[in-house]
């Protein structure tokens, strides 16, 4: 997993709006899951923490990355409203994880990291556990990665300076022409 380039980030939107995502079943029903962590709240630190990972999975180029869409208070109102108890738990401990695991590794803070240093930590991890040979990696990677791809790609700035927005209701053109290069259409 290098963690996201755009183009990667525009095949996951087509994966995460068919369901996949953790939590999709909150999402497709409208229910909240029956059993949730009472009084889960993330501080600013937390919301900030938040920001920065999902910066380093999309990052700011000649469009406006994760942070400038606060996809720190996306995710916090997905795990909040969208996960089930064992889901914000596993969210949770694997933040706190990704934190202790930086700081023991670097011996700073993620937070006081560069971009490089953060990228450098988080495809680490990723590759870690692609060589340790589990099937099964650690949930936090792909909560945290589908989490900022849906987030990026449903806010208005990814919508509309990421891929190419077509207001609706608009007239119905069943044969657009690409151009290569051209933006996905939102």
């Given at each position: 997993m290098t963690l996201m380039n755009r183009r990667d980030a525009l095949k996951s939107v087509m994966l995460l709006m068919g369901g996949t995502v953790i939590g999709s079943t909150a999402l497709l029903t409208g229910c909240a899951p029956e059993s949730q962590l009472k009084d889960l709240n993330f501080s600013p630190e937390d919301l900030s923490f938040l920001d920065e990972i999902g910066e380093t999975i999309i990052p700011t180029t000649d469009t406006p990355g994760a942070k400038a869409t606060k996809?720190?208070?996306?995710?916090?109102?997905?795990?909040?409203?969208?996960y089930d108890a064992d889901q914000q738990t596993t969210f949770i401990t694997g933040l706190n994880t990704i934190r202790t695991d930086f700081k023991a590794e670097t011996s700073?803070?993620?937070?006081?990291?560069?971009?490089?240093?953060?990228?450098?930590?988080?495809?680490?991890l990723h590759q870690k556990y692609v060589a340790s040979g589990e099937e099964k990696q650690p949930e936090i990677i792909h909560m945290l990665r589908d989490l900022t791809v849906l987030g990026y790609f449903s806010s208005e700035i990814g919508a509309t300076q990421a891929l190419r927005y077509v207001e609706t209701p608009g007239r119905f053109d069943p044969c657009v022409d690409y151009k290569k290069g051209d933006k996905a259409l939102a």
């Open positions: 996809i720190g208070e996306f995710m916090q109102m997905m795990v909040k409203d969208c700073k803070e993620f937070m006081d990291a560069t971009a490089e240093e953060r990228l450098a930590f988080l495809n680490g």
